[in-house]
């Protein structure tokens, strides 16, 4: 089995768990936390060093993570401990959030612009977003000078590029295939 239909079904069990206790929200938060410790290089270290016990493991983990998560996410972790699946506790934490999006009719966007956009500017691109996929959309932003001017925008698997520098090498290309 390989690693990503592991991760789908723990986080499927996991969403069915939340779900039928009515935690989902608090579940959702539970595993955006452990998406951002498993970024941490230290914890990664820690979930794949062989020298360390399930058992430890399990002390670290609840070290780590009790009265910040609930007890249903904290059972899911330990459960990984134990069954040595511990690894793919990021690719859960992911797939879980996906889960929770499309549930809950969450849409997330990128904007990315050269410079930094107004926040009233944002609110009308994220309630256009919004009517159009016909969901809540969550709306980060990220500036990149190299956009020149214009902005890129991606939300969910599409992505739309109204920036200068795409314009201006469509427009190299079109001049060099002309020569």
Excluded: W
Aim: net charge positive; hydrophobic share 40%.
């Amino acid at each position: 089995m390989n690693e990503s239909q592991i991760s789908v079904r723990y986080a499927k069990a996991l969403f069915r768990s939340a779900s039928e206790k009515q935690i989902l929200e608090q579940v959702s938060r539970d595993m955006e936390l452990v998406a951002l410790t498993c970024d941490m290089e230290e914890f990664q270290y820690m979930l794949i060093v062989p020298t360390l016990k399930p058992s430890q493991k399990i002390k670290l983990m609840e070290t780590i993570f009790t009265s910040k998560i609930s007890e249903t996410s904290l059972s899911l972790i330990k459960l990984l401990v134990q069954n040595k699946r511990e690894i793919y506790l990021s690719g859960i934490a992911r797939n879980f959030r996906s889960l929770y999006r499309k549930a809950m009719k969450i849409s997330s966007a990128i904007l990315v612009t050269a410079t930094p956009v107004e926040d009233k500017a944002l609110q009308s691109v994220k309630e256009m977003l919004a009517r159009i996929y016909d969901s809540r959309v969550d709306l980060s932003t990220k500036v990149d000078e190299e956009v020149i001017g214009g902005f890129v925008l991606t939300i969910e698997d599409m992505q739309y590029d109204a920036s200068v520098a795409t314009s201006i090498r469509k427009l190299r290309k079109q001049l060099l295939q002309t020569r």
